[in-house]
């Protein structure tokens, strides 16, 4: 994942990324707390993330206003739409983080992997002046351990 210091005038956001369960349960769950620039995409937000949760970024994801009924969405943004599949939604690689989370405490569902359906809540938690030479974007805070992304493998199933 690239870095870089934060553009002048630039706003760090304060993203927090809870693991959820289908029904958007996050009591006792890892998540992490990401300082990340207002300007960065959703693209770029997934990304970190992902890394912060060790997993690779390697499948479609979107972002859903509708955190237990993804497909019940009014608001979305997906890879699909940047890729130039079928999607009902804007992309992610453009849009800004800024024009998506615009207020405190809103939360969108990051649906990760449509297969395994990985869920993580995403909320603005809030926003502050960058730090000094700092590198964004950088995890403020870790709770909890990562579940692996994928499940342990057998030496009989790599045959």
């Given amino acids: 994942m690239r870095k870089r210091k934060a553009k002048q005038g630039e706003k760090i956001y304060l993203m927090k990324a809870t693991l959820s369960d289908w029904y958007g349960k996050v009591r006792g769950q890892p998540y992490r707390v990401l300082a990340i620039p207002e300007g960065?995409?959703?693209?770029?937000?997934?990304?970190?993330?992902?890394?912060?949760?060790?997993?690779?970024?390697?499948?479609?994801f979107g972002f859903y206003d509708e955190i237990k009924r993804w497909t019940e969405s009014k608001e979305g943004y997906e890879l699909f739409a940047d890729i130039g599949e079928e999607s009902e939604f804007r992309g992610v690689k453009r849009m800004k983080i800024n024009r998506v989370f615009d207020k405190i405490k809103k939360k969108m569902l990051f649906l990760f992997d449509y297969g395994d359906e990985w869920r993580f809540i995403v909320e603005l938690k809030g926003m502050e002046s960058p730090e000094k030479d700092a590198n964004y974007p950088f995890?403020?805070?870790?709770?909890?351990?990562?579940?692996?992304?994928?499940?342990e493998v057998n030496e009989e199933d790599q045959f």
């Fill in 139 to 151: 995890v403020v805070e870790s709770v909890g351990e990562a579940p692996p992304q994928y499940g």
């Fill in 40 to 60: 960065f995409t959703l693209y770029n937000l997934a990304e970190a993330i992902l890394d912060s949760f060790d997993f690779y970024f390697d499948h479609c």
